[in-house]
C-alpha cells in the first residue's frame, strides 16, 4: 500500500467569524503559516488590532511528517480554549495552520465548561469559513555533478517532470528538485545508479 503523500491545510487566511455566548464575543481566524515565528507575528498583529479584548488564544500545528504543535490559554483557565482549539486542528486534519480566537468578556463567566464549548465552537466556525485543500508532500533532493554530465540529469528531469526549485551551475553543477513522495525512492535510486553523479536528500 502507497503511503499517505497528501496533506490538508488552507493557503489564504479566512475570513473573521463570531460565536457570541452570554454577553462575551468570540472572534475566530485561520491563517497559514509554515514556521512558528510567523505564528508569533500575527498573533502579535492580531493583538495591536483587537487592543481592547481580554484574552488572545490560539493554537498551531505544522510539519507533514514532523509534527509540531502548541496551544495557548492566554490567561483562561488551564487547557479551556488552547487545547479545544488545537482539537479542532485534528478535527479537520488540518496541518500548517493557526487558529486564533479572540474573545471580548462580556461580564459574566462561562464556567470552564462553557469556556471549553465557546472555543471550541469559534475555532470550528473559523475552520468551516476557511477553504481547505490537499497538497502533496514532496521530498527535496540536490543532485551534483559536472557539467559534461548534464544532459543525462535533464533527460530524467524532463522524463519525469520534476520540479527543479534552484540550481547553482558552476563547473560543478547543483540542481535542487522536489519530487512528490512516493516517487522519492525511485528517483533516487534512479540518480545514484549514474555514475559521476550525486543525490542527496535535504533536511526539512
Keep these: 500500500m502507497d503511503a499517505k503523500d497528501t496533506y490538508k491545510t488552507i493557503d ?4 473573521e467569524t463570531l460565536f457570541k455566548d452570554k454577553n462575551s464575543k468570540f ?16 498573533v502579535g498583529t492580531l493583538k495591536k488590532e483587537h487592543h481592547s479584548a481580554r484574552h488572545w488564544c490560539y493554537a498551531w500545528q505544522i510539519g507533514t511528517e514532523k509534527i509540531r504543535h502548541r496551544s495557548n490559554d492566554d490567561g483562561e483557565p488551564s487547557n479551556s480554549a ?10 479537520f486534519g488540518v496541518t500548517n495552520i493557526l487558529i486564533i ?14 469556556l471549553i464549548h465557546a472555543y471550541r465552537t469559534a475555532a470550528q466556525l473559523a475552520l468551516e469559513a476557511s477553504v481547505i485543500i490537499e497538497k502533496t508532500i514532496d521530498i527535496k533532493f540536490v543532485i551534483t555533478f559536472q557539467y559534461k554530465n548534464m544532459n ?18 558552476t563547473l560543478d553543477c547543483k540542481i535542487f528538485i522536489s519530487v512528490r ?10 540518480f ?7 543525490i542527496k536528500r535535504l533536511c526539512d
Excluded: C, W
Design 12 to 15: 489564504l487566511p479566512s475570513k
Design 192 to 198: 545514484s545508479s549514474l555514475y559521476e553523479i550525486d
Design 101 to 114: 480566537v479572540v474573545r471580548y468578556f462580556g461580564g459574566v463567566k462561562l464556567g470552564v465548561g462553557g
Design 152 to 169: 543525462k540529469v535533464m533527460r530524467i528531469i524532463k522524463e519525469h517532470q520534476l520540479t527543479i526549485t534552484d540550481q547553482k551551475l
Design 181 to 190: 513522495k512516493k516517487k522519492s525512492d525511485e528517483i533516487n535510486t534512479l
Design 82 to 91: 488552547g487545547q479545544p482549539i488545537y482539537g479542532q486542528i485534528q478535527s
Design 27 to 42: 472572534f475566530g481566524y485561520t491563517f497559514p503559516i509554515s514556521t512558528e515565528e510567523e505564528a508569533k507575528q500575527i
